[in-house]
């Protein structure tokens, strides 16, 4: 069982570059979600999406976007990197009462 | 506006010393209070998911329970295969929220044999 599926594991981006990080689940759930894990806190949540072709704004969305062409994947891209984004980001799908998460992408913009 | 604060940030234990670990929320209208372990490097891990005050759950050396205002993470004779970072989360009450989930800082447990 593969579950939640992020591309890559490390990235090393320069300030002002872009990047899209990928993430596929194999388990047909409509909710996906984006969330970024700063050092020693908790998750924030970024986007999320109850289905292919909607998405919505979480608690911290600014500089970040989505999209949710099918059930199966849900990238997220980075605009015009900054140090601010240095993170592990983590994308997660789930049905009522359980979230799956990735093993996460590991960012860090210099 | 939803709101998980967990307690202690972290907590140091020897193997079999039995300790507790709280999460206090605010939520209009709870839908589920769940419980992940986290190890360094991956991704969050399923423990529990409770719904009402009242609620307890097991699973091997990890009990968890629920009131109106807070949870605990009992660990009882912890041995060194239990050091992680346990996070708690919130379940948003509104269905068109996409059941998203608010977590809490984590507290980071470090049991020494």
């Known amino acids: 069982n593969a579950g939640v599926t992020q591309t890559p594991k490390f990235r090393i981006l320069k300030i002002g570059q872009s990047m899209t990080l990928q993430c596929a689940q194999d388990?047909?759930?409509?909710?996906m979600y984006w969330y970024r894990q700063d050092p020693g806190m908790g998750l924030k949540l970024i986007y999320y999406?109850?289905?292919?072709?909607?998405?919505d704004k979480g608690e911290v969305p600014n500089g970040y976007n989505v999209s949710r062409s099918t059930t199966e994947d849900f990238p997220l891209r980075l605009e015009l990197a900054a140090p601010s984004q240095t993170s592990v980001y983590f994308c997660a799908s789930s049905y009522p009462g359980r979230a799956f998460f990735g093993q996460g992408t590991r960012l860090t913009v210099v | 506006e939803d709101q998980v604060t967990q307690s202690p940030e972290a907590l140091r234990l020897q193997e079999g010393e039995s300790s507790s670990l709280n999460c206090s929320y605010t939520?209009?209208?709870?839908?589920?209070l769940f419980w992940y372990r986290q190890d360094p490097g991956k991704g969050p891990e399923f423990l529990f998911t409770?719904?009402?005050a009242g609620e307890e759950k097991e699973k091997e050396r990890l009990k968890a329970t629920l009131t109106k205002k807070e949870s605990f993470l009992h660990i009882t004779a912890p041995k060194p295969e239990d050091s992680a970072t346990y996070l708690c989360a919130v379940q948003a009450p509104i269905k068109a929220a996409g059941n998203k989930l608010t977590f809490g800082g984590g507290t980071r447990v470090l049991v020494k044999p």
């Open positions: 939520v209009s209208g709870l839908r589920g």
């Open positions: 999406s109850v289905g292919a072709g909607i998405t």
């Open positions: 388990m047909n759930h409509n909710y």
């Open positions: 409770l719904y009402s």
